[in-house]
């Protein structure tokens, strides 16, 4: 028996990068994935085959998951498309990095709304079929950036530690229900998000890694299988630091 077998997913922004990392992973562990983009149609529809073609269900959705009426809007069509959802992955997020001398406001809202707002707007509107069904898990791809803090990021990572603060909140709120919500923190894994980063600052991310080597998409994917499959049947409310010792 698959770990994920016949359960019912969505994960928000799932085009390229760690979602898709994810959505790979957990197709391999039986589960159907419904997932979201917001402008790479191309690669989202690409994934879409290539998970069906593993034998699950899949759909992509293009949805804006700053947008709580698109967050509503997706989670009607995901209870209509596959009768149910289990577990909720909030992974979508940008940077618009500087530093605070520099920053315009709008890099700020923007953000916040995209990475902070969006985890509210998605487990807001997941809520009540979670609560009906008395299960779930609800995990937020939060950073070591929003845990430690970083120099030009004061935007994303302010989003970051208020995803953490949202996490523990929730699990507070929903675990008599059996609903668990825990957050992961990656440190520095190698997708577009990090390809943008110049030479010497990967170096010297990589420098303070004591596994050193920068992560993989699987890496965190496997680490949502866990807080997403019966084998942390009993863990709300941690965040798991998924970093190559980074913060230790
Ligand atoms: P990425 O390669 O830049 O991919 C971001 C994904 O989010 C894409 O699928 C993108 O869709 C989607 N997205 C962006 N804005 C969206 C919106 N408004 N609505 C819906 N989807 C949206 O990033 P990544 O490196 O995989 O990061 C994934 C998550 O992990 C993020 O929350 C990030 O902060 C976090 N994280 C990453 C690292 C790292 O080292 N990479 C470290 C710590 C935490 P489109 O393709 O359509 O734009």
Redesign the pocket.
């Known amino acids: 028996m698959k770990l994920l077998e016949g359960k019912n997913v969505i994960i928000?922004?799932?085009?390229?990068?760690?979602?898709t990392g994810i959505a790979q992973v957990f197709a391999e562990n039986g589960a159907n994935v419904a997932f979201?983009?917001?402008?790479?149609e191309a690669p989202a529809l690409a994934l879409e085959k290539e998970l069906i073609n593993k034998g699950v269900k899949s759909k992509a959705y293009k949805?804006?998951?700053?947008s709580f009426s698109d967050s509503e809007a997706l989670v009607a069509k995901v209870l209509e498309d596959f009768g149910g959802i289990d577990v909720l992955i909030n992974?979508?997020?940008?940077t618009k990095d500087n530093l605070l001398m520099r920053m315009a406001e709008d890099d700020f809202d923007t953000v916040i709304e995209?990475?902070l707002k969006s985890v509210f707007n998605m487990t807001k509107a997941v809520q009540r079929t979670m609560l009906k069904q008395r299960k779930g898990s609800i995990i937020n791809?939060s950073?070591?950036?929003g845990v430690k803090g970083n120099a030009g990021q004061a935007n994303y990572a302010a989003s970051?530690a208020g995803m953490i603060g949202f996490t523990k909140s929730i699990a507070l709120e929903l675990g008599s229900r059996n609903i668990r919500c825990n957050a992961i923190a990656?440190?520095?894994?190698e997708?577009?998000?990090?390809a943008k980063l110049d030479d010497k600052v990967v170096q010297g991310w990589r420098d303070g890694i004591p596994l050193k080597r920068g992560g993989s998409t699987e890496d965190i994917a496997n680490a949502c299988l866990f807080f997403a499959s019966d084998l942390s049947a009993y863990v709300t409310g941690q965040v798991l630091n998924v970093d190559g010792g980074m913060l230790t």
């Open positions: 928000t922004g799932a085009s390229r990068g760690i979602g979201t983009y917001s402008s790479s949805s804006n998951a700053g992974n979508a997020g940008i995209i990475n791809m950073s070591v950036v970051k990656p440190g520095f894994i997708t577009e998000m990090t």
